[in-house]
């Protein structure tokens, strides 16, 4: 399996599971209107728009999500995954060794004590899906402290299931 399959593969999860998540919110107005899971949620997705526009050399908004309620980020996220997904469908194996330069760069190399190195567009492709991973383990631990079942979000679930489409709950589409 070459990488552009194994980065493939992972941003079909990505896209599966996030929309099992919301799935699993939509409909629950005490996971709906909580704010501890819509940060988490906010902030999945705006870390996915932000290194989007950076893929494209797009200006970045870091308050993209800010305002959305649950239904509109889901509608923001399915839009978002389906431009990512055309995006990687465009991507050749070579492109994945380009350098990316982040804008926020300066800021986490100040945070961290060192000079950052300029990631690949591969390794930054990786980079958001085990962010991603990462916070979603957060919010389905919130969801259970809300009293919901949080879905199984594993990629190894998502394999088992024979590698599913996503399944974007009623209601979630584009944000106005």
Not at 33 to 50: A, G, P, Y
Not at 66 to 95: M, P, T, V, W
Request: aromatic share 8%.
């Amino acid at each position: 399996m070459d990488a552009t399959a194994i980065i493939g593969e992972l941003i079909q999860h990505m896209e599966w599971a996030d929309s099992v998540v919301f799935s699993a919110i939509l409909g629950k107005p005490q996971a709906e209107e909580d704010e501890v899971l819509l940060k988490r949620l906010r902030h999945i997705h705006l870390v996915q728009k932000v290194f989007f526009d950076v893929w494209q050399n797009q200006p970045v908004n870091p308050h993209a999500t800010d305002s959305f309620n649950a239904l509109e980020l889901a509608g923001f996220a399915k839009s978002l995954h389906r431009e990512i997904q055309e995006f990687l469908n465009a991507l050749s194996a070579d492109e994945l060794d380009r350098v990316v330069h982040l804008p926020w760069a300066a800021l986490v190399s100040r945070n961290l004590g060192f000079e950052i190195a300029n990631p690949s567009l591969g390794q930054t492709l990786l980079q958001v899906t085990a962010h991603s991973s990462y916070h979603r383990g957060q919010v389905n631990a919130r969801l259970r402290e809300l009293g919901i079942d949080p879905p199984m979000t594993d990629f190894i679930a998502w394999i088992w299931a024979g590698k599913p489409s996503p399944s974007w709950p009623s209601g979630a589409g584009s944000p106005e």
